[in-house]
């Protein structure tokens, strides 16, 4: 069914531009490494704000999980950086779009943390408190070694779509993976043969997180 296909494919096009692959490609990484790490200290602050017993931190966390989970990371890109970043007079972007990044992907760890933890039954936190556990050791010993084989898969799969999602930063001119095949695409009007390579190095980014995962859920079953 693709022979009837008439797109020549010029590769040699592309190889002279080889190097804005590479240095995308890594951009990517990089940022996406530390938005990870970040969202991950969000979402845990954030689903222990929204069990606190402080009415306004409750509140807090819940609207601020409410308000990006219901808007587009695209708008939020631009916003926080156009209109926050900028008149804050903080024009590093790249530091500006990991936090976004971050920011959009806690609100989703906390989602996913606050059902793990909520997932276990109340009759666990009532035997931690009849052997004298204090909330500390509850959450150490008895909680969190059960919540955490239920937060696993989903917590791989938002890793996987920051990395997915770090290619909407290129709206604000950061030289990450998509915005150096869009440039490359821009200046040799070969489109598939920038955008093949660019999902082929996506897959490479987000297949070991899948696949180290996997193994990691086939071990705690064990």
């Known amino acids: 069914m693709f022979t009837a296909i008439s797109y020549e494919f010029h590769w040699d096009t592309i190889y002279a531009y080889k190097q804005k692959f590479i240095d995308g490609f890594f951009m990517t990484i ?3 490494f530390f938005a990870l790490i970040l969202s991950l200290i969000i979402g845990v602050l954030f689903a222990y704000g929204q ?3 402080v ?7 819940r609207f601020y999980i409410e308000l990006i989970r219901g808007t587009p990371l695209l708008v939020q890109i631009l916003i926080f950086f156009y209109v926050f970043a900028n008149n804050l007079g903080f024009n ?7 936090v976004i990044l971050a920011l959009f992907s806690g609100a989703y760890v906390s989602e996913i943390i606050r059902a793990g933890l909520r997932s276990i039954h109340k009759s666990q936190y009532e035997s931690a408190q009849s052997l004298g556990f204090t909330p500390f050791q509850t959450y150490r010993y008895i909680i969190f070694p059960q919540a955490y084989k239920r937060i696993i898969p989903p917590l791989t799969g938002q890793f996987a779509s920051i990395i997915k999602d770090s290619s909407l930063l290129s709206i604000i001119s950061i030289s990450e993976f998509t915005m150096n095949a869009q440039e490359v695409n ?3 009007y070969s489109t ?3 955008y093949i390579p660019l999902g082929i190095g996506y897959l490479m980014l987000t297949y070991p997180i899948s696949f180290w995962a996997k193994k990691l859920e086939e071990r705690m079953k064990d």
């Open 92 to 98: 590093n972007r790249y530091i500006v779009g990991t």
């Open 30 to 32: 990089v940022i996406s």
């Open 51 to 53: 069990n606190s017993k």
């Open 55 to 61: 009415i306004l931190l409750r509140f807090f966390s």
């Open 186 to 188: 821009a200046y040799t």
């Open 192 to 194: 598939l043969e920038s």
